[in-house]
Structures are given as C-alpha cells and as structure tokens.
C-alpha cells in the first residue's frame, strides 16, 4: 500500500512535540501513539506495529511525548514517565491538533498506548471523548489512570503477555471499572515486551482488527 510519510512539529501542552505521522494512500482510521516508560517515537515496537497499521490502511502518529530536555531529565531521574496527567495532557493536546490541522482529513482517531502510556491514553480519551473512538492497550497499565476509566467512552482492547502475570492482574483490574466495551486478551508465551518471536505480530493484528471495528464512520442521523 502506498504510504506518504510526513515530520511535524506539535504544540501540546506549552511545548513542541517533534512527530512522525504516516498517511496511507486509502485511509481507514489514524492511530495516535503513546509510547511507554523510557521509550521515544522511535520505539522499535511501537514502529514495527505501526507500519502494520499502515499497511491495513491506518494512519499513524508517532510523537515525542517528553522534550529533549525533559527526556534528558527523565533518564537520571525515571520521574516523568509516570507523570500520567502531563503525559495525557500532551496526548490531548494532539488530538487537538490532529482535529485542528486534519492531516488525516476527517477520519476518526484511536490510540495504541504500552505501558504507562497506555495509562496516558486512558486519560486522554476520557478527557476528549468527542475526538476518540477506540483505545488499544499494549502490556500497559491502565490502573494507573485512576479514577478516569469510568469516564473513557471509546472501545478499549487489552493486550497483556501471557507469562506478564503482576500486569495480567493489574490489568484485570482496570477491566472491571472500565464502563465502555472493553475486552482484555492475553497473549500466550509472551513477557512484558513481547519479545517472544511471533508475539508482537498478534499484537499488531488483534490492533488491526480492534480499529476496523471501531474506527468506521459514524451513520448520519437522519
């Protein structure tokens, strides 16, 4: 499938987020990332399922959540990546700016988050309901978005590694205060980073699935 690849420059949440955004020639949905702990937009992961999505016709967003100076900061010290509120603030921030600047024109938006990003993009779902049709959580911990799961409106789909069992539970958790579909689907052999050969691909699949049922087009009231 032919894909059109473009860097952009994100104002979110007072700073500017460098992007990597990717337009498949037919457009299916756009797929916004937030990556996890002490990850980047280069992710390996996030980059590998990414380029699935593009090839099943999903845009997708590749962002930068923490400055340069921030990520800096947060190699000594580990504190910002579990700063869930500026992490959704910023993820916020870009669905604004996706819905402002439209480089997807009008097809609708979902997230993919791994580990606490996924927390980040419980959040901001539930604080942009109007902007987010579906969320798909990879080795995440939606835990972590507290009181926010019973406010998130979108589809949300639940990948955990099979041999992830601390994160199974948490996840099992989050599942129960979660008010809209939800599904949770453990991965079998896999760990927390879905290194096991053949894991990450069933992530990337039941992702694909996930946003073709949820990111259609909404019928127009008559």
Known sequence: MDVHGQAATIPAGGVLLPADLLVPAELVGAVLFAHGSGSSRHSPR??????QLNRAGLGTVLVDL?????DEMDAATAELRFDIGL???RLAGTLNWLATERPFGAAPVGLFGASTGAAAALVAAAQRPDLVRAVVSRGGRPDLAGAAL????AATLL????????????NEQALGKLTSRAELRVIPG?????EEPGTLDQVAEAAVDWFHD?????PTPH
């Open 87 to 89: 992490l959704a603030d």
């Open 159 to 170: 990948l955990v590694g099979g041999l992830d069992e601390e994160v199974i539970t948490l």
């Open 190 to 194: 896999a760990t927390h980073l879905f």
């Open 214 to 218: 949820h990111l259609q087009p909404q």
């Open 66 to 70: 923490l400055t340069a100076a921030e």
């Open 150 to 153: 019973d406010r998130v409106r």
């Open 46 to 51: 996030n980059v590998a399922v990414a380029h």
